[in-house]
């Protein structure tokens, strides 16, 4: 779907602040989880991290730049379908010194707080919060399958729901990652440690939604990447959660999914296009809003006069 340009106004500003209010929270159940307010979203930097964004060939999806995210750059996409949200103060002084407007142009436009862009990256990153603790809680009570270093090809198979797996490190170059299972089956990889690698690599999905498919790695040792996904070769697919890390992607790989992380480095190039195309854009509600209002008016004019 091909999202129509946008400029800001306060309707449509008020409008997107009704949906992040209203928007599902993160939740981890046994039927399985729940992104909320990040599921938009197909790059979010939480909050206190960075975010560089230098060559994309293609971004489907929303950008996030959250409370006192530093920008060391913003430029040279392609094609960009979605919008960016920058949270109001620093984060706003940030991105518009790195910014470069004439090869960073998002189809919805540049959201900036305060208002609608700062509350739904706000509840952005309580759901991130909310997420982590109910990750944590989920593997601290099992069933968790060990599967050790991840360095050659791996099939693994749902048994419908949650299927949880423990990684000691991805270390994959030229590998194969095989998930089978149904419309219900959610795998789930929790991985420790820095330097976990995902190059020329690639995801084949047997009846698994890519949306059901998460990469929480654990690290907070920001100086180093959590995960390097790389490679014109790789075709990565799912949502990489690293809340206290860092995420490095680059070359023109295949990547449908997301990276919600402390900090993000993207470059070289890169493609990524969240899966969740149905998600729609502010500005088609605010041109709901617009007609419904102007639907209401109308019916007013109607009335008939009293006798």
Same mark, same amino acid.
């Given at each position: 779907?091909?999202?129509?340009? $946008?400029?800001? !106004? ?29 599921? !938009? ?159 020329? !690599? ?30 014109? !070769? ?60 102007? $639907? ?12």
């Amino acid at each position: 779907m091909k999202i129509p340009s $946008m400029k800001s !106004s306060a309707g449509g500003s008020a409008l997107l602040l009704l949906l992040a209010l209203t928007a599902p929270v993160a939740q981890v159940t046994a039927a399985g989880i729940e992104l909320g307010n990040t599921a !938009s979203f197909a790059l979010l930097a939480l909050e206190g991290g960075s975010l560089e964004i230098n060559s994309a060939h293609s971004i489907v999806g929303n950008v996030g730049y959250s409370q006192n995210v530093l920008v060391p750059n913003a430029q040279k996409v392609d094609s960009f379908i979605g919008s960016a949200y920058v949270y109001s103060g620093i984060t706003t002084t940030n991105f518009n010194a790195k910014v470069a407007t004439a090869t960073y142009a998002p189809t919805g436009g540049i959201q900036y707080g305060p208002g609608a862009a700062d509350t739904l990256l706000s509840n952005a990153n309580a759901d991130a919060q909310a997420l982590q603790t109910g990750l944590n809680s989920l593997f601290s009570s099992g069933p968790v399958t060990n599967l050790g270093t991840l360095s050659s090809n791996t099939s693994l198979a749902g048994a419908g729901g949650l299927n949880l797996f423990d990684v000691t490190q991805w270390q994959f170059n030229s590998n194969t990652l095989t998930l089978t299972g149904g419309s219900n089956d959610w795998f789930v990889f929790r991985a420790g440690g820095i330097d976990n690698s995902w190059s020329q !690599s690639n995801t084949v999905l047997n009846g698994v939604d890519p949306n059901h498919v998460l990469f929480y790695l654990t690290s907070t040792d920001t100086g180093h990447d959590a995960i390097t996904v790389n490679k014109d !070769s790789s075709i990565f697919s799912g949502t990489i959660f690293a809340p206290g890390g860092l995420v490095i992607y680059h070359n023109p790989a295949t990547f449908n999914g997301r990276i919600i992380a402390h900090a993000i480095d993207v470059h070289s190039d890169f493609n990524i296009s969240n899966p969740t195309l149905a998600v729609p854009e502010p500005e088609i509600y605010a041109m709901l809003g617009l007609g419904l209002g102007l $639907m209401g008016w109308a019916g007013r004019r109607r009335k008939p006069q009293a006798a």
